[in-house]
């Protein structure tokens, strides 16, 4: 699986769009980014995935480069409760369903 | 919205001590998944089952660690002896078989958070 690049930490204030960046520059064709967030204490939560379109659900929008290299997980009204450690993974679709983790963005909402 | 059960939700042992975790996973997931958490780090993933059997204990510290899921159900991992180093969050994981799965994620019980003293 590809190795994803995110920055340690990110601070964002209430209410507005959270913006998480994620580096997966040796991505191949068939490699999916997966985005999962956990809270503290907690076990990881899914939040959403896409291959090669953006996509956008009740959580969050992922928005994937052209070229795949990068992407960007998109917290639109961000609040308190989505401080957490937020997971980039790519993930080949047929590695037997593994999930390999780094070590994460820290996300921290403040009032 | 279905969960997966994990107990016990926190755990105090001795070294050299034998310790047990339990993880119910979701009705009708054939794969089932034990990553251990150290603090600080990301999950890293120790073990996987398809049904009943094992697809992947690469990273289990066999000489300490077993993990068995007999019936293909609920599944159980055990450390023995404990080490100060096992201190950590175990967490459990599952998804539906892999034909069936589409291409979700999969879902984490709470987890344990052991401790060895």
């Known amino acids: 699986d590809a190795k994803t690049t995110q920055p340690t930490s990110m601070d964002c204030a209430e209410g507005r769009a959270a913006n998480l960046p994620c580096n997966h520059s040796?991505?191949?064709?068939?490699?999916?980014v997966y985005w999962y967030r956990q809270i503290h204490s907690q076990g990881p939560q899914y939040i959403i995935h896409?291959?090669?379109n953006n996509e956008t659900n009740e959580m969050a929008s992922l928005i994937i480069t052209e070229d795949r290299k990068s992407s960007t997980l998109i917290l639109p009204h961000a609040t308190l409760r989505d401080t957490a450690v937020y997971y980039c993974?790519?993930?080949?679709?047929?590695?037997?369903?593994?999930?390999?983790f780094g070590s994460g963005t820290k996300l921290n909402v403040k009032p | 919205e279905a969960e997966v059960a994990q107990s016990p939700r926190y755990k105090i042992t001795e070294k050299s001590q034998a310790v047990a975790f339990w993880c119910d996973p979701i009705?009708?997931?054939?794969?089932l998944y034990w990553y251990r958490q150290i603090l600080g780090q990301g999950p890293e993933l120790l073990v996987q089952?398809?049904?009943?059997?094992?697809?992947?204990d690469s990273q289990l510290p066999k000489d300490r660690f077993s993990a068995e899921r007999l019936k293909g159900v609920d599944s159980t991992l055990k450390i023995q002896p404990a080490e100060l180093g096992d201190s950590a969050m175990y967490l459990c994981?599952?998804?539906?078989?892999?034909?069936?799965?589409?291409?979700?994620?999969?879902?984490f019980g709470s987890g344990t958070r052991l401790t060895v003293v």
């Open positions: 994981a599952s998804s539906p078989r892999i034909r069936d799965r589409g291409q979700g994620g999969y879902t």
């Open positions: 040796t991505i191949s064709g068939n490699e999916y």
């Open positions: 896409g291959l090669k």
């Open positions: 993974i790519v993930r080949f679709t047929y590695n037997f369903n593994k999930f390999y």
């Open positions: 009705s009708g997931h054939a794969t």
């Open positions: 089952f398809q049904d009943e059997s094992v697809v992947d």
